[in-house]
């Protein structure tokens, strides 16, 4: 069992940054993969980033590369999302997942077992 909680978001003009943060709490984390989803009003939620249990493999979705990283620390349980150049229609609520099967299909919420309650980004001008 793994319970996840993010922190982090807020308001932020754009160009800005922000950090997101989500902690686990169970003993198992760093077999985990972990994957940062977000969703905007009337939207379907959509994958961001994933980065494996070991941190050596990041992925993002093409809106993001190149200013979203996503990083793990698991002797501190865990996983950060690094957000720079922010535009308006990063604007969204933010969740992290986690994923104790490994599953190929990482960019589908299915694949996740675990999530948190998620934590509001607003970018404006």
Do not use: P
């Not at 686990?24 to 972990?34: E, H, V």
């Not at 990283?69 to 992290?96: G, P």
Request: with cysteine; aromatic share 14%.
């Amino acid at each position: 069992q793994v319970q996840l909680v993010e922190s982090g978001g807020g308001l932020v003009l754009t160009g800005g940054s922000l950090r997101l943060s989500c902690a686990a709490s169970g003993r198992t984390f760093s077999s985990y993969r972990m994957g940062w989803f977000r969703q905007a009003s009337g939207k379907e939620r959509e994958f961001v980033a994933a980065i494996k249990w070991s941190g050596g493999n990041t992925y993002y979705t093409d809106s993001v590369k190149g200013r979203f990283t996503i990083s793990r620390d698991n002797a501190k349980n865990t996983v950060y999302l690094q957000m720079n150049s922010l535009k308006a229609e990063d604007t969204a609520v933010y969740y992290c997942a986690a994923d104790g099967q490994s599953r190929a299909f990482y960019r589908s919420a299915s694949a996740y077992d675990y999530w948190g309650q998620g934590t509001q980004v607003t970018v404006s001008s």
